[in-house]
C-alpha cells in the first residue's frame, strides 16, 4: 500500500458519505470511479505478480580486480493489464541499487548493466527483489526473484616486490644443514666411480659383490618460502574512505605478489591461511598461481585466529624454511615479539606492514626493534 492509497480511500468515504446524503448522482459517479481505480489498481498489480518472467546472470564469473563485468536481466510481463515500471532492486559490489525497468506489454526486455569489480573477494550480484506498483500508484506489491544470485570472484592482482634474501650461505635452493645429501637417509646404492668418497663405500657390500660399492643418498628438498598474511579484521582503515575493503585488498595482493616472485624461479612456497575459511596452499612453479588466487578472494577477514598466535603456531616449520613473509595491518608488541623469534630460529623474515599512515611515529619503536634483529621491513599503502 502507498500514502496515495489512503487519499483515495478518504476521498472514497467522503464521496459515498456525500451521495447517501444528498442523493446527488454527482457523487455516485465519483464514488464508482474511485471504486473502479481501486479495483484495477488492486487486480493489475495481483496479476502481474504471477505472470512476471524474470531471469538474469553475469558475463563472466572471476576476474581481476579493477576490471568490467556486466549482469544481463531478460523481464517479461505476459499481463495485459499495464502496471506502472517496474521498480527492481539489485545488489552490486559497490551495494545496493534500485532500476525502473518499463516492461512493456506481452514483450520480451533485455537490459545490460555494467559494473566494476572496485575490491577483492566474492560478490553476489543481481536483482534481488522487483517492486510492482499500479499505474495509479495505489498498490505496491514485493516479488522476491528466485533462486540464488550470480556469483562472481574478483581476483587480487600481482606487483612488483623485490627479491627475498636468503641465509648468507643458503643459496636459496638448500640450507646449511641439509646441502648436497642426507647421509642418515641412504636410498640406494651403485658402482664406485672415480671422485666418489671413500666414506660412501659399503664395504660389506663390495666385499660380497667383489667390486667397489658405494652408497647413495636422499636430496633434501630446497627449502620452503613460508608466507604468513593476516586474515583477521584489518586494522586502520577507519578514517579513510573505504578503508576496510582497501586494506584488505591490498593484503591480498601482497601475498600474491611475494608468492609470485618466488614461484618464478621454481622455489616452493606455502601460504596457510589461518581464517574464517580455513586452508594452506603449496606450490613451486607460476601455472598453479591461479589457485592462490583464488584462495585470497575467498577469504574473509574475520573470525580468524589472532595473528601473533598463528606466528608462534608456525615455528615449528622453520626448520624446512629458508624465508618468511609476514604480511599484517598490525603492529604490536605481541606481534613484534613473535616476527623476532621466527628471525632467531634461523630463516630470513621480511615483514610487510600495510598502512596508511607509514610515518606514524608511534611504530617507530617497533620498526626498529624488527630492524636490530635484522628484519626488513617494508611498508605498504593501500592504493
Not at 444528498?22 to 487486480?43: D, E, H, K, T
Not at 505472470?51 to 581481476?64: R, Y
Not at 623485490?162 to 636410498?187: C, H, I, M, W, Y
Not at 618464478?264 to 596457510?272: A, F, G, L, S, T
Amino acid at each position: 500500500m502507498t500514502d496515495r492509497l489512503y487519499t483515495v480511500l478518504f476521498s472514497l468515504a467522503t464521496t459515498l458519505l456525500c451521495a447517501l446524503s444528498l442523493g446527488g448522482r454527482l457523487f455516485y459517479l465519483l464514488s464508482f470511479v474511485l471504486l473502479a481505480m481501486l479495483l484495477y489498481g488492486l487486480v493489475s498489480v495481483l496479476v502481474a505478480r504471477q505472470m512476471l518472467v524474470f531471469s538474469q546472470g553475469l558475463s563472466i564469473t572471476e576476474a581481476d580486480r579493477g576490471a568490467e563485468a556486466t549482469l544481463t536481466m531478460t523481464v517479461q510481463l505476459r499481463s495485459l493489464l499495464p502496471i506502472a515500471p517496474l521498480n527492481v532492486q539489485m545488489q552490486t559490489p559497490a551495494g545496493d541499487a534500485g532500476v525502473m525497468v518499463d516492461a512493456g506489454i506481452m514483450r520480451e526486455r533485455t537490459m545490460t548493466f555494467p559494473f566494476p569489480l572496485l575490491h577483492v573477494g566474492v560478490f553476489l550480484v543481481g536483482a534481488k527483489k522487483v517492486l510492482l506498483t499500479d499505474v495509479f500508484g495505489l498498490f505496491r506489491i514485493r516479488r522476491n526473484v528466485k533462486g540464488t544470485l550470480p556469483e562472481i570472484v574478483s581476483l587480487p592482482r600481482a606487483f612488483g616486490v623485490e627479491r627475498l634474501k636468503f641465509p648468507e650461505q643458503d643459496d636459496g635452493k638448500a640450507l646449511v644443514n641439509r646441502a648436497g645429501e642426507d647421509v642418515t637417509s641412504p636410498e640406494d646404492t651403485r658402482s664406485y666411480r672415480q671422485g666418489d668418497s671413500l666414506k660412501r663405500i659399503h664395504w660389506k657390500l663390495s666385499q660380497r659383490a667383489q667390486e667397489l660399492i658405494v652408497r647413495r643418498f636422499e636430496v633434501p628438498a630446497p627449502p620452503d618460502t613460508l608466507i604468513l598474511m593476516d586474515c583477521n579484521d584489518p586494522v586502520g582503515g577507519d578514517k579513510q574512505p573505504d578503508g576496510l575493503m582497501r586494506l584488505r585488498d591490498t593484503l591480498c595482493e601482497t601475498a600474491l605478489s611475494a608468492a609470485k616472485m618466488q614461484m618464478e624461479d621454481q622455489n616452493p612456497i606455502r601460504v596457510p591461511l589461518y581464517g574464517a575459511r580455513l586452508g594452506e596452499f603449496q606450490a613451486s612453479h607460476a601455472g598453479s598461481l591461479q589457485l592462490l588466487r583464488e584462495e585470497l578472494a575467498y577469504q574473509l577477514f574475520r573470525g580468524g585466529e589472532r595473528f601473533e598466535k598463528v606466528l608462534n603456531v608456525e615455528l615449528r616449520r622453520m626448520r624446512r624454511t629458508g624465508a618468511t613473509v609476514v604480511i599484517t595491518t598490525r603492529l604490536d608488541a605481541d606481534v613484534i615479539k613473535a616476527v623476532i623469534n621466527i628471525r632467531k630460529s634461523g630463516p630470513s623474515v621480511r615483514f610487510y606492514l600495510v598502512t596508511f599512515t607509514p610515518d606514524d611515529p608511534q611504530s617507530a619503536p617497533f620498526i626498529s626493534r624488527l630492524q636490530h634483529h635484522l628484519v626488513e621491513v617494508c611498508y605498504v599503502t593501500p592504493a
